[in-house]
């Protein structure tokens, strides 16, 4: 374990933040004073004036990387029972788990004290025997990764030398997440050994692996136990699918997940841990996990009531620019995201306003997630009032000190229709943690009027009309 640990340790992922330097990317990209400045590039290209969405597991890894402490979510969480064998009672302590020692010091090293919501939740059940499936959603940041962590070192026989516990995750830097958060909560147990199933690690030919754990992506994985037969797949006693919502909705993780479903045996625990489930994703997985306990968010209790919405008639976009202009004292007290739709006008705004002599930094989808790092950290930090964005950063990003979030681009699905899901993350950005926050959407056009309507008719809550010509109502966001 030792070994393993300093090599999880050693991974750079966790300290990106820290030693970023961002690098000039051609014309694309520059830091000047520590203000992000984009030129426009002279050439347009289709991706630049598509709507610019977020890669989903790019998106975890920069909630992990960005991720400081533990959540407290406001929703509660339904527990959906299917399997009657299910222990639904939830713990207040980690003591009450009857959990081994060493681990129970691991969890203590670790900064823990009490679990957490999901934690209290879902551990009685992901502990019990005989073992138990779950499904289970619960917000960004709320203690997933370590509940399954401590069911999956919680279930190792160490007599037995071969992998017994399978973690999926969809990407390399992601399995890294988890395997560093294993290797501390296990840091007393180390007769409990750990490798990692990922691009560059190799086996020797005709060795069999020995270690116990095995978190990685689902390639790699189906080499190793499917190709090469370096262990026995049907001895594998926990499956843990993190991130099922992104493994489920790609295809290629869902083709590679569904091969290794089948090479398991039936008596085998599979766990399904997500902040999201879609229908489509939920279907699926309980379409192969059989009798799970199912754990779910409550969405419905998710609502806007701390966040005061607003919108300002605009005749066109240089109209929506003035606009900015004119709020632009008001926002910058605190702090503003600006999100617009596609990475061509994020990129256009950013240049207007910073020619103008505003500090704005800018981030869309053509960063990678290092410069995307990077970006957040200054904007995290204050060094930055303003970032201006798309919908790569409509969810999961807590930035706790937003106080207004401007709708450049009101979000709209494929079909032109208001996405209210999108406009709910968005303007989820602020508010955060009771705190009161304002959502400002800039309108022009009928067109836009009408997906405006939408949204206040959807959630039944009123967005007011602002003059930003006018003193006064100018006041009225300033306050
Ligand atoms: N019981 C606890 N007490 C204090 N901190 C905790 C506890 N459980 C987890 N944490 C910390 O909270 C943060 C988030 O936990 P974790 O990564 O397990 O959440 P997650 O739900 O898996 O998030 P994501 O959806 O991003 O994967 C981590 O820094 C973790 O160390």
Redesign the pocket.
């Known amino acids: 374990m030792t070994d393993w640990a300093k090599k999880a340790e050693d991974q750079e992922v966790a300290k990106l933040v820290d030693q970023l330097q961002i690098q000039s990317d051609e014309n694309t990209f520059s830091t000047r004073n520590n203000s992000c400045i984009y030129d426009l590039p002279a050439t347009k290209n289709n991706e630049e004036s598509e709507p610019d969405v977020a890669d989903p597991a790019e998106t975890?890894l920069l909630?992990?990387i960005l991720?400081?402490?533990?959540?407290n979510t406001k929703l509660s969480l339904d527990i959906q029972q299917k399997n009657p064998n299910s222990p639904l009672h939830s713990v207040k302590t980690f003591e009450a788990l009857h959990l081994k020692e060493e681990l129970l010091k691991g969890i203590y090293a670790?900064?823990?004290?009490?679990?957490?919501k999901?934690?209290e939740t879902a551990l009685p059940t992901l502990l019990a025997d005989p073992p138990q499936n779950m499904i289970a959603q619960?917000?960004?940041?709320?203690?997933?990764?370590?509940?399954f962590v401590l069911a999956m070192l919680s279930r190792v026989n160490v007599k037995l030398n071969h992998p017994q516990v399978l973690c999926l995750s969809p990407t390399y830097e992601l399995a890294i997440q988890t395997g560093e958060?294993a290797a501390r909560m296990g840091q007393f147990c180390p007769e409990i050994k750990l490798r990692f199933a990922v691009r560059g690690e190799e086996v020797e030919r005709n060795q069999k692996i020995t270690e116990h754990i095995l978190i990685g992506t689902p390639g790699k994985m189906l080499d190793w136990g499917y190709k090469f037969r370096l262990f026995d797949m049907k001895k594998i006693s926990v499956f843990v699918l993190?991130?099922a919502d992104v493994m489920i909705a790609t295809q290629g993780h869902h083709d590679q997940c569904l091969r290794i479903h089948k090479l398991l045996n039936q008596q085998c625990q599979m766990l399904f841990?997500s902040?999201t489930y879609d229908r489509e994703v939920m279907d699926f997985a309980q379409l192969i996990v059989t009798e799970p306990t199912i754990i779910r968010l409550n969405r419905e209790q998710e609502s806007l009531d701390n966040i005061k919405q607003y919108y300002v008639k605009c005749k066109n976009e240089e109209g929506k620019y003035n606009a900015i202009q004119n709020i632009y004292g008001c926002i910058s007290i605190g702090q503003a995201i600006i999100f617009c739709h596609t990475r061509r006008t994020a990129a256009w705004l950013a240049s207007k306003m910073t020619s103008d002599g505003h500090s704005v930094a800018v981030l869309s989808g053509d960063l990678t997630v290092e410069q995307r790092l990077a970006v957040l950290d200054r904007f995290r930090s204050g060094l930055q009032k303003v970032l201006i964005t798309t919908n790569v950063l409509s969810r999961?990003i807590d930035i706790e000190q937003v106080t207004i979030v401007v709708n450049f681009d009101l979000p709209v699905d494929i079909r032109g229709n208001a996405d209210c899901e999108t406009y709910l993350h968005r303007i989820g950005r602020t508010g955060r943690f009771g705190k009161s926050g304002i959502a400002i959407n800039l309108v022009s056009g009928d067109k836009c009027m009408a997906v405006c309507n939408a949204i206040e008719k959807h959630f039944k809550k009123d967005i007011h009309i602002l003059n930003t010509d006018s003193a006064d109502d100018i006041e009225k966001i300033g306050n």
């Open positions: 975890s909630i992990k991720g400081k402490g533990l959540v670790m900064g823990f004290n009490t679990p957490s999901i934690q619960s917000q960004s940041g709320t203690g997933k990764t370590a509940a958060v993190d991130e841990f902040a999961g």
